[in-house]
């Protein structure tokens, strides 16, 4: 049920030891083993890209293009085989994997689409007969790293616009999730993606992440993770001179208008908190809701936590499964320890379930004080934190106070309100009575320490190509 791990590597399968497991979250079960990559292995990867980079750059464009459709449709054609082994080394329901899946195979057919698309321009010279030029070409080869908690979406939006773009790639997965990748991966080979245009490894993440970003022949780097990790690659990538695109933490804020109705609002707040268990940094998390309603939301907010089933992914009835690693349970449990003793009211959930699983139950708290480490800290977890206001501007003041900024929300029936929250909002994102944020064809990303740089949209694939201006004065020597 769980399929065999290996390297991709200039086309070829590679199983190399030493390896390390790969864990079912809910039960702790052994799923597989997972191969290490050398700095031998690495520095074939990297070759294998370097080598493959002439052919596929100079591929008509609508090749690439259709090449990244058919993967697109392959995607959705072994969706139901890709979703059940994303359960299993993810932990998140099989609904919430399958409708990543078509999401994935959507920014294919969205990258395809814009390949068919050639940026460039020219115009007159100063001189008759003069003209300027201004081309876009491929970067090069991309180092692309991904995380866990998306192992499908985030792992496309980064290789997709990439080979769209005329680039080749090495990839690094997350270890957590790595059948999800190696499985994307064999579709676009399927497709008919040259040898050597995509190579994907894992090992240890630090090894690799200095490897390819120290390696002369790597010219972007492109990465999804955590603010901390995203800092020493956005360090490592300067020393270098290398171009980077960062997608890091957000700590996002809501802003509960005093019009909402609050069992409705609280309703579809509950449904985007928990959502993969809240690890997912977009994830409505600091609630900022008008006094008025204030107590109706809450009490609200936490009967719909209560009633959320949590289980084995592969339970259609569950909706929320395990948190990745045992240790964030510890971790939400000390967050909410540490606001209760602040002064905050737990009012729904606040304890992991079983020590064999990983399961916490959706909590939420109420009366969080700004001091709480939740409020200044990304939970990256089922947490919920709730704070009355009386003055929007209290508000919006309170949403902006942490160092993120990658999406806000809002929810309110005035389009004054609606504006004022948008326009004020210090964040790349923002979502007015929609928490829904990541579409291929809008671009996606924050501000501050929530990284720089955008994934999606039009200008996607403008991240992994270069400028050439080319000034021709005419043959007439």
């Not at 409705?264 to 908190?273: D, E, F, I, V, Y």
Request: some cysteine; charged content about 20%; glycine content about 10%.
């Amino acid at each position: 049920m769980y399929p065999q791990l290996h390297h991709l590597i200039g086309g070829r399968v590679i199983s190399s030891m030493p390896s390390l497991d790969v864990i079912n979250p809910f039960d702790h079960r052994v799923l597989g083993q997972l191969p290490v990559a050398s700095q031998e292995e690495l520095a074939e990867a990297v070759r294998s890209a370097r080598e493959a980079a002439s052919a596929w750059s100079s591929m008509p464009a609508f090749a690439r293009a259709a090449m990244l459709r058919r993967a697109a449709a392959l995607v959705r054609e072994r969706s139901a085989k890709l979703a059940r082994a994303m359960v299993l080394e993810s932990g998140k329901p099989l609904a919430e994997a399958t409708a990543e899946l078509e999401a994935a195979a959507e920014c294919l057919d969205w990258s395809g689409e814009e390949a068919r698309r050639p940026e460039g321009y020219m115009m007159s010279g100063r001189q008759p007969g003069a003209r300027f030029t201004v081309a876009s070409q491929p970067i090069g080869v991309v180092a692309a790293f991904s995380p866990w908690n998306f192992p499908a979406v985030t792992f496309v939006k980064k290789i997709a616009p990439a080979l769209a773009a005329g680039c080749t790639v090495v990839a690094k997965p997350a270890e957590e999730t790595p059948a999800t990748a190696i499985g994307i991966a064999e579709c676009l080979s399927a497709a008919g993606l040259p040898a050597g245009a995509l190579n994907v490894v894992f090992g240890d993440p630090s090894m690799i992440s200095t490897y390819l970003i120290d390696h002369p022949g790597v010219a972007k780097v492109s990465f999804t993770g955590s603010t901390a990790v995203g800092r020493k690659l956005a360090a490592a990538a300067g020393a270098n001179l290398k171009m980077a695109t960062l997608e890091l933490g957000g700590h996002a804020p809501v802003i509960v208008a005093a019009d909402c109705d609050p069992t409705q609002a609280a309703g579809l707040s509950a449904a985007a908190k928990f959502r993969n268990a809240g690890q997912n940094c977009t994830a409505p998390t600091r609630f900022f809701v008008a006094r008025r309603i204030y107590d109706a939301f809450a009490s609200a907010f936490a009967v719909a936590a209560d009633a959320i089933p949590l289980g084995n992914g592969l339970d259609p009835n569950t909706r929320m499964g395990p948190l990745i690693h045992a240790r964030r349970c510890d971790a939400i449990a000390a967050l909410v320890d540490d606001a209760v003793s602040g002064g905050a009211r737990l009012v729904a959930g606040g304890a992991r379930l079983r020590s064999e699983s990983n399961l916490f139950a959706p909590t939420v708290l109420a009366d969080v004080p700004a001091r709480a480490r939740a409020m200044t800290e990304e939970p990256f977890g089922p947490l919920a934190l709730i704070a009355p206001f009386d003055d929007l501007d209290d508000a919006i003041e309170q949403a902006n106070a942490t160092r993120y900024g990658l999406t806000g929300y809002g929810l309110t029936a005035n389009p004054g309100v609606a504006e004022r929250i948008a326009s004020s909002l210090r964040v790349g994102m923002v979502g007015i009575n929609s928490f829904a944020l990541a579409f291929p064809e809008a671009p996606f990303g924050g501000v501050g320490e929530s990284g720089y740089s955008r994934e999606g949209g039009p200008d996607s694939l403008s991240t992994y190509r270069t400028t050439k201006f080319v000034h021709l004065a005419g043959f007439g020597l």
